[in-house]
């Protein structure tokens, strides 16, 4: 078994339940990881038997950036199913951080995280 991560996905998207957050949009993180056997791919060092990183990174944007939701936690939830939707993986963690919140206090970020096992398959 292996992890392959994506650490830190930035992209710009239209999140949140304020009308303005809806409008002016905001900066958005995100982390993907992916379990799978690494064997597959590693016994003949062949794309064909790994998770693709681009194709992840590739749903992880269009999801940011062309779909809005209220919460993060559906943001982040809905990756996580089309993830695992779209790759043969034992287990996807994703993780949606938002910089900038309105809540009246310091802080670097709120996050949401969603675990999702390969069984879980809609």
Same mark, same amino acid.
């Given at each position: +078994? &292996?992890? /392959? $991560?994506l650490k830190n996905l930035v992209f710009y998207g239209?999140? &949140?339940?304020?009308?303005?957050? !809806?409008? /002016? &949009?905001? %900066?958005?993180?995100?982390?993907? =990881?992916?379990?799978?056997?690494? %064997? %597959? ?5 062949? #794309?064909? &038997? ?10 992880? !944007? @269009? +999801?940011? $950036? =062309?779909?809005?939701?209220? /919460?993060?936690? $559906? #943001? ?5 199913? @089309? ?7 034992? *287990?996807?963690?994703?993780?949606? %951080? !938002?910089? !900038?919140?309105?809540?009246? @206090?310091? #802080?670097?970020?709120?996050?949401? *995280?969603?675990?999702?096992?390969? =069984?879980?398959?809609?």
């Amino acid at each position: +078994m &292996g992890k /392959l $991560t994506l650490k830190n996905l930035v992209f710009y998207g239209y999140h &949140g339940v304020q009308d303005y957050e !809806k409008e /002016l &949009g905001g %900066r958005f993180e995100v982390d993907i =990881t992916v379990a799978y056997p690494f %064997r %597959r791919a590693a016994r003949e060092d062949y #794309l064909a &038997g790994a998770v693709d990183y681009q194709k992840v990174y590739e749903v992880a !944007k @269009a +999801m940011v $950036t =062309t779909r809005k939701y209220h /919460l993060i936690e $559906t #943001l982040a939830d809905h990756i996580a199913d @089309a993830i695992v939707e779209q790759f043969d993986v034992d *287990e996807v963690r994703v993780i949606v %951080r !938002k910089n !900038k919140v309105p809540i009246d @206090a310091v #802080l670097d970020y709120v996050e949401a *995280e969603v675990i999702r096992k390969g =069984t879980d398959r809609p």
